[in-house]
């Protein structure tokens, strides 16, 4: 009885997991990654080591994904994909720690795009990155 009980617990604790990296990744079908330019994007509360939150597909041809998918196409446009040279906008961001990890991954004019930055909050990754993961509508 012991021994069933435990086969069952450890296939239940399989599927649990298989379960879980599928709702991580992103479901993006071939037809998706046909229309050009995508992004997968995520943010995480804490370091973004942990468990990946619900992310956003931004496709951008046409934009869509989130509600500022234009804004962060056009950004992303400009810089060719990479987010790193994306123009810092000037805010006044309060002084309060509390992390988030930014995660895009995809394909931007045939070019793999990965990309992941701990910020100190919402408001510094908001200055950094423009509308690129306004994932909160």
């Not at 990946?52 to 869509?64: A, Y």
């Not at 123009?87 to 895009?104: E, L, S």
């Amino acid at each position: 009885m012991t021994q069933r009980i435990t086969a069952v617990r450890g296939g239940l604790l399989t599927a649990a997991a298989a379960l879980a990296l599928g709702a991580a990744a992103p479901q993006v079908t071939a037809q998706d990654s046909d229309t050009g330019n995508w992004l997968f994007v995520t943010v995480t509360r804490g370091d973004g080591h942990h468990d990946e939150s619900p992310g956003r597909l931004l496709l951008c041809d046409p934009p869509q994904g989130h509600a500022k998918a234009a804004e962060a196409c056009a950004d992303l446009e400009r810089v060719g994909g990479d987010i790193r040279r994306l123009d810092r906008k000037d805010a006044f961001c309060p002084m309060i720690y509390a992390p988030v990890t930014a995660h895009a991954r995809g394909e931007w004019n045939g070019r793999r795009i990965e990309y992941r930055e701990t910020f100190a909050n919402g408001c510094g990754m908001a200055a950094r990155t423009g509308a690129v993961f306004a994932v909160d509508g």
